[in-house]
């Protein structure tokens, strides 16, 4: 699996967006989820499980102006 | 939690204290003028003031002045460029500070729409500092007539100058009892001027504070008027020591006094455009920012926590970037035991974003004020950083307390958290102690004594008078005095150009090392926020993709600068759909308002592209600018190594692993070198792996920005720019040919 | 207080209620320009609109930071227009978006609760109630 053009090591059976969202601490209040370049809303990360090939993008929005 | 219904009014002056101030005043001089309307966001009118020969002369500001540098800082730092020369230092009597709002600012109907530019020669840097601050005065000055504001010469005693639109006056007074901390004197200077507690909204004022008269991180506050709560609040124009040089040319304050506010006073273009675009941004931010940044419940102290979580808070001067007492002083602790909430806590007209958050009659522990409830500019996440992790401070009490001192005081408090960051790490490390210091504890986290050194700064007093000098100039006298190695502090003492850094641990992030290295005042996070774009999201891997960046940024950055506009609006909030679009980090929503808004006023349409090109001039003619003051060249972009990567071996065993496998992943190490490498052989391979690619960034970024690779903007680039005035090219054309260029 | 009371279930969606206010005070028809808004919405094949009103909530107090607008004796929250800067916070932030904002004036307005449009309304789905 990749995050963020990288190669997610920690992949693992079952691992979903929340998942992966805990585990980087990616506690950022303003963050776009893309899988496979489709936005995954904040309401489907619990659900949405990853399979080894997907792609997907956690993205930062900036903050600061 | 404390709500804005449940915190009683402050207490308004006395009308004696009023009545014997005003008494004292003596009007020095007065001058009549005709007021000339706004048209579409100009007045096309500039206010020169002369505190030495006690003068206001206003001119025209001619029609290619407006084209090429549009309002704002470009105004500033034209007419800052005419009036000084490449000897004129902060305290010359011929430098000056220009103030001026830019053409969108003032309208009322969008969030962020009232900030005024200031540029001056800085007493930190030497060269051109800009700052931008919310608060009343840039637009009342607008409204008064002026397009901008330049003081010059000096005073030879204290004076106030008036600007009052309402009878067309302008003039000179001395105000012997007033206060010089700004708490007092703006409360004070809002009450003589206004006519009853309702005209108060009406007056706007800015000064500094006592300790501006000494300390090179002297700064600006703008008041703006609350009457919710019946008390003159405070905006800061904090960067590189503008505070000072409104000092030294003995201004104790600037009052603006206007007839009042309404809707369309900038007589623009096309007020249907504006009033929808304004609409449809505060219902975004009544509908999302509750689920977003929550700017209106605790304003930009919303990211300390999760910023701590990305190791970027700059903790005990920058060494760390996780913050471990942070718990103690998150946005949900803030919220509940020290902002007011349900407030309208924009620091200017139609800001939903209302991120200008306060401490209501908070009691004071330290220092002449102490025993007194005062309202306190809640902090910012800059000056929480600064002031609390970066210091190894994490009570939010302490933090508030330092900050209220700051801001009367008159000290920027980027400036102030990141030198006393410094000083602590000094004293750790044996440079200072006790005897050096005149008995302070300079402890991480000795908030005691950090008050206690401020509280000596404004009195001018002992080793406050170290402390008022800055980094920079500390380095030199510690290093003179043989209390301490120059290379060493130099590694670790935060600062480039002269100027503090701003709160952002930088370490892994390269493109964020140049967003603060490859600036133009020094490194403030203003020009490009790159952080989570380069070390998080991963999306500008390659020196070319953070060299773009570092090309557009700024420039688009610079924008907001020349219109007079506030930046967190742009992207602390985001439409519910900016998930969707083509470039989320963008907000493409947000900046085609931004263009409505420009057309809205102006009358003009513009793209994109153009809005970089009006951005890209100034920009270039800053660059030129600092050039010809004599540090703008590719040696003063040099940045500390604390900013790029670990100094000294705790820091570096802090993150051990993660600089272990970067040797191998980035340095082209093997594992087995690695494992055979002692701690200082890996931390001086790091560094130098690190250094040589921050110079491999210089080399791809100037050239993006037209500029050669010593830091010199091409002929052909200005010629593009139709930016080739004489006075550019006879600055950088002897270095073109030295360069060969 | 006083306010303007809503019964739903008796609202045949004629839109009367919004002409009649446009026209007192803004000499139009236009719905854009009243303090009350029916959205028709279909069930079952009929339309069931949702009346929205002004319930004088105070939101539009709450976020004016120049405090213009604010309650008369009888809870009715009034724009003091003469001081207001037309910065259009208050229509943005208005729960029941009902607030009226117009380009040829400088300032919004809001619901005075003064009952025209429950005169013209045919069935009693909204009136004046005072409590």
């Known amino acids: 699996m990749i995050l963020n053009y990288r190669e997610y090591k920690s992949w693992r059976e079952g691992l979903t967006v929340r998942d992966v969202i805990e585990e980087n601490t990616f506690t950022w209040p303003k963050l776009v989820v893309k899988r496979n370049g489709t936005v995954i809303w904040p309401e489907e990360y619990g659900s949405t499980v990853l399979d080894e090939t997907d792609d997907l993008e956690v993205i930062h929005l900036l903050g600061g102006g | 939690m404390i709500h804005i219904c449940d915190v009683p009014r402050y207490h308004a002056i006395s009308e004696d204290e009023l009545k014997q101030m005003r008494e004292k005043h003596v009007l020095l001089r007065s001058f009549s003028y005709e007021k000339t309307p706004l048209e579409r966001g100009y007045t096309d009118k500039i206010l020169t003031v ?22 704002g800082k470009g105004y500033c ?155 003159t609040r405070l905006k800061q124009a904090g960067r590189g020591g503008i ?164 801001d009367t005081y008159g000290l920027d408090t980027i400036s102030y958290g990141t030198m006393t960051a410094f000083l ?54 510690f290093a003179e005095m043989g209390w301490g190695d120059l ?21 892994e992030s390269l493109a964020q090392q140049g967003g603060y290295g490859l600036t133009n005042k020094g490194p403030q996070h203003d020009e490009a926020w790159l952080i989570f774009m380069d070390q998080v999201n991963n999306q500008i891997p390659t020196f070319e993709d953070k060299a773009e960046a570092l090309y557009f940024y700024p420039m688009f950055r610079t924008w907001f600068g020349l219109m007079g506009l506030c930046k967190l609006p742009w992207n602390d909030i985001v439409p519910a759909d900016n998930a969707l679009t083509d470039d989320p980090k963008m907000v493409p929503e947000h900046v085609e308002n931004y263009l409505n808004l420009y057309y809205g006023v102006t009358g003009k349409r513009i793209d994109t592209k153009e809005m970089i090109r009006q951005s890209e001039r100034v920009y270039n003619f800053q660059r030129i600018f600092n050039i010809r003051m004599g540090k703008g060249l590719r040696a003063d972009d040099a940045i500390p190594y604390r900013s790029a990567g670990p100094v000294f071996e705790d820091e570096y065993l802090w993150r051990e692993e993660r600089y272990d496998t970067q040797l191998v992943e980035l ?75 | 207080m006083k306010r303007l009371i809503k019964d739903e279930s008796l609202c045949i969606g004629c839109h009367q209620c919004e002409a009649a206010c446009a026209e007192a005070y803004y000499k139009t028809s236009d719905p854009a320009f009243a303090c009350i808004r029916i959205e028709d919405r279909e069930i079952d094949g009929k339309n069931r609109p949702i009346i929205h009103v002004c319930d004088q909530c105070g939101k539009c107090a709450e976020v004016c930071n120049s405090c213009v607008i604010q309650a008369n004796p009888g809870g009715v929250y009034m724009i003091r227009k003469k001081d207001c800067v037309g910065c259009l916070m208050c229509v943005g932030f208005c729960p029941e978006q009902v607030m009226v904002q117009s380009d040829e004036r400088l300032e919004p307005s809001k619901c005075t609760a003064c009952g025209i449009c429950a005169k013209v309304c045919p069935t009693g789905a909204i009136r004046i109630a005072e409590d």
């Open chain 2, 50 to 71: 002369d505190l030495g020969a006690k003068e206001a002369v206003v001119s025209d500001i001619p029609a290619e002045v407006k084209e090429k540098f549009i309002g």
């Open chain 2, 77 to 231: 730092l034209r007419y800052l460029w005419d009036a000084v020369n490449p000897s004129t230092r902060w305290d010359s009597p011929e430098n000056e500070i220009v103030m001026s709002a830019g053409p969108i600012a003032g309208i009322t109907q969008y969030g962020g729409t009232g900030k005024t530019l200031i540029c001056t020669i800085s007493p930190l840097t030497d060269i051109p500092v800009d700052s931008n601050v919310g608060g009343f005065f840039g637009p009342y000055l607008k409204f008064a007539g002026f397009d901008a504001l330049e003081l010059k010469g000096k005073s030879e005693t204290d004076v106030i100058v008036v600007i009052d639109a309402t009878t067309g006056t302008i003039t000179f007074e001395e105000a012997p009892l007033e206060h010089f901390d700004a708490h007092v004197l703006c409360e004070e200077l809002t009450s003589l001027y206004a006519k009853d507690e309702k005209d108060k909204m009406n007056v706007a004022v800015v000064a500094a504070g006592s300790a501006a008269d000494y300390c090179n991180m002297g700064m600006l506050n703008f008041s703006f008027y609350d009457p919710r709560r019946g008390v």
């Open chain 2, 243 to 406: 505070g000072r040089v409104f000092r030294d040319k003995r201004i104790k304050a600037l009052v603006c006094r206007i007839d009042g506010v309404k809707a369309n006073l900038n007589h623009v273009a096309d007020i249907g455009l504006i009033n929808k675009t304004g609409v449809k941004f505060h219902r975004e931010i009544a509908n999302n920012d509750i689920h977003q940044n929550d700017m209106r419940g605790v304003g930009t102290a919303y990211s300390l926590r999760t910023l701590a979580d990305y190791d970027i808070v700059p903790t005990n001067n920058f060494k760390f970037g996780d913050a471990p007492g942070i718990d103690e002083m998150t946005a949900a602790v803030f919220k509940k035991d020290w902002l007011t909430q349900g407030a309208a806590d924009g620091c200017w007209y139609g800001c939903s974003m209302a991120c200008a958050k306060a401490s209501d009659h908070f009691l004071l522990k330290t220092g002449p004020y102490k025993g007194q409830r005062v309202c306190v500019d809640g902090p910012e996440y800059e000056s929480a950083a600064g002031l609390g992790p970066a210091c190894g401070i994490y009570n939010p009490q302490e933090v508030l307390e330092i900050n209220f001192y700051c």
């Open chain 2, 424 to 477: 602590m790490e000094c004293y750790e490390r044996g440079i200072l102690n006790r005897e050096r210091t005149g008995g302070l504890d300079l402890s991480w986290g000795n908030a005691a004594d950090d008050l206690e050194l401020m509280h000596r700064m404004a009195r001018n007093e002992g080793f406050g008078k170290i402390a008022a000098l800055g980094i920079h100039k500390q380095k030199a006298y």
């Open chain 2, 487 to 507: 290379a060493e502090m130099n590694d670790f003492g935060m600062e480039q150009k002269g100027l503090e850094y701003s709160e952002y641990s930088a370490k």
């Open chain 2, 667 to 741: 340095a082209g190490y093997t594992p087995e070198q690695v494992k055979s490498m002692s701690l200082q052989e890996r931390m001086a391979a790091t560094r130098k792996f690190r250094e040589a690619r921050y110079q491999t960034l210089i080399d791809a970024v100037y050239p993006k920005r037209g500029w050669t690779l010593n830091g010199v903007p091409t002929v052909e680039h200005l010629r593009e720019l139709g930016m080739d005035l004489p006075e550019l090219l006879e600055v950088i054309e002897p270095l073109l040919a030295k360069e060969g260029v």
